[in-house]
């Protein structure tokens, strides 16, 4: 009995193929394809830019969302040094090997969220979250290998980076790469995120880094230091900044979070 | 960088030679493929046009020439497999075969009635299974894949594609009645 069906389903999917209706048109391959109702075969552009804009709002506040549930790790995070009499101040910062290499001005020039975010790349990821990156001067987006020699800890809001357009000329030489992202946002911290909800942005500008740290995965340590806010950022090649030896010299957790929720550091 | 775009695009314009010999080649069985999965012509259309227009922007994705056909494939049994889901009322999967509201479809040296038992059966069979099944049955049973390969073009684990094909055979045999599996069986045996 079984095989008699399937011999039947063989042959009777056979007659019905070939009873199949002839295709009304196939077009050019590579041809833009118009249609009587005016609809395209393909997604439009505009929902693309929704669906991004989408991913966007979700990655930001999922990882404003993980940098407050990072407090009761027995860590001050960002978030709770930035409450209102959490005075910072410019403190050295050492270095590996304890001496001196830079120091946090909790004063210095800030990146304001609409700069950062006019130059941010949403990448969607393996894991259905999103990976930012920024965009170089050419256009290209910039990768790992460069060490950290600038570092602005920006406080923004979920609605500048979002809401932020055009271009930030001075931020270009900048690379953003956001590390450790949750792999599914929560529905319930997601819906109170507001615009006016603040988030924190590490930028960093480099001019030069360790040859052999071109991946994050080459970069633990610069990766552990600065996970509280879920992101790193390296900046490019440029020139008359002095370099790092190593990203692994960037300020600890600790360090960051004893300076305060925005300022500069400045290398020796 | 720019060496990288360039070898990009010589890689692409070579591609897209394939691309294009393979859509003059392969559409006509990839829209049957869909039209037996959907059961619309306007959609099988759709799908298979999208399929190619696909591999048309990314011929890179594809590795070797002699794998167009199952990339396609995979792509025009994915799109299948979504609008089955998103479609409210089953009743638009029924095949028409007697019926048929185009009127076209038949070759000219097609008898319009031969094999119409066989229509008439795999119509009223392929409407009583579920998308994944009649997706797996398909590609069993008109394809020829062996399961490896329908797990291949699916996405489906090679377990799952199994269970497809046991489910939707026991849901065959359940749909028919015995007399008319023993009528078709009889006229096959013939």
């Not at chain 1, 009304?24 to 830019?49: F, Y």
């Not at chain 1, 999103?130 to 950290?148: A, I």
């Not at chain 1, 992202?181 to 880094?209: C, F, K, N, Y």
Request: aromatic letters at 6%; a neutral charge.
């Amino acid at each position: 009995m079984p095989v008699d069906l399937e011999d039947r389903l063989t042959k009777g999917l056979g007659d019905l193929a070939r009873s199949a209706p002839v295709p009304r048109h196939w077009p050019e391959l590579g041809a833009p394809v118009i249609r009587l109702d005016g609809s395209s075969p393909r997604r439009p552009r505009r929902v693309t830019a929704v669906v991004a804009a989408a991913a966007v709002i979700i990655v930001v506040a999922t990882v404003f969302a993980v940098s407050r549930s990072s407090q009761p790790r027995g860590t001050t995070s960002l978030n709770a040094a930035s409450e209102p009499g959490a005075a910072p101040s410019s403190t050295e910062i050492p270095s590996a090997s304890g001496a001196p290499m830079g120091h946090w001005d909790p004063n210095g020039p800030r990146l304001s969220g609409d700069e950062l975010a006019s130059v941010l790349k949403p990448v969607p990821n393996k894991y259905g979250s999103v990976d930012f990156q920024l965009l170089g001067p050419d256009g290209d987006v910039l990768t790992w290998g460069q060490g950290v020699v600038e570092m602005y800890v920006v406080k923004t809001t979920v609605g500048a980076l979002e809401n932020a357009k055009g271009s930030a000329k001075h931020l270009v030489d900048i690379l953003v790469y956001f590390t450790r992202l949750p792999r599914a946002s929560s529905p319930s911290s997601a819906s109170s995120i507001q615009d006016s909800t603040p988030v924190w942005v590490v930028v960093g500008r480099a001019v030069a880094g360790p040859d052999d740290c071109t991946t994050s995965q080459q970069c633990p340590a610069a990766q552990s230091d600065l996970g509280f806010v879920d992101f790193l950022i390296y900046g490019r090649r440029t020139a008359n900044v002095p370099s790092l030896s190593h990203p692994a010299s960037i300020p600890s957790q600790a360090d960051l979070t004893a300076l305060g929720p925005v300022g500069r550091w400045t290398p020796n | 960088m720019m060496d990288k775009r360039r070898a990009s695009d010589d890689e692409r314009g070579l591609s897209r030679a394939v691309a294009a010999r393979c859509y003059e080649t392969g559409r006509d069985a990839m829209f049957r493929l869909a039209w037996l999965v959907l059961g619309d012509a306007y959609s099988a259309e759709e799908i298979v046009q999208e399929a190619y227009t696909r591999l048309w922007e990314h011929p890179e994705r594809v590795l070797a020439p002699d794998r167009v056909d199952a990339y396609v494939r995979s792509i025009v049994l994915n799109l299948a497999r979504s609008r089955h889901t998103t479609r409210v009322r089953r009743g638009r999967l029924s095949l028409r075969v007697v019926n048929d509201p185009t009127g076209a479809g038949r070759t000219a040296d097609h008898d319009p009635m031969a094999g119409v038992d066989n229509r008439e059966f795999m119509s009223n069979a392929l409407d009583a299974l579920s998308p994944n099944q009649r997706i797996c049955v398909v590609c069993r049973y008109w394809l020829g894949l062996t399961d490896n390969e329908v797990a291949e073009a699916t996405g489906f684990a090679v377990g799952t594609v199994k269970t497809h094909l046991r489910r939707a055979l026991t849901t065959l045999r359940k749909t028919l009645s015995d007399t008319e599996v023993a009528t078709l069986e009889a006229n096959h045996a013939r």
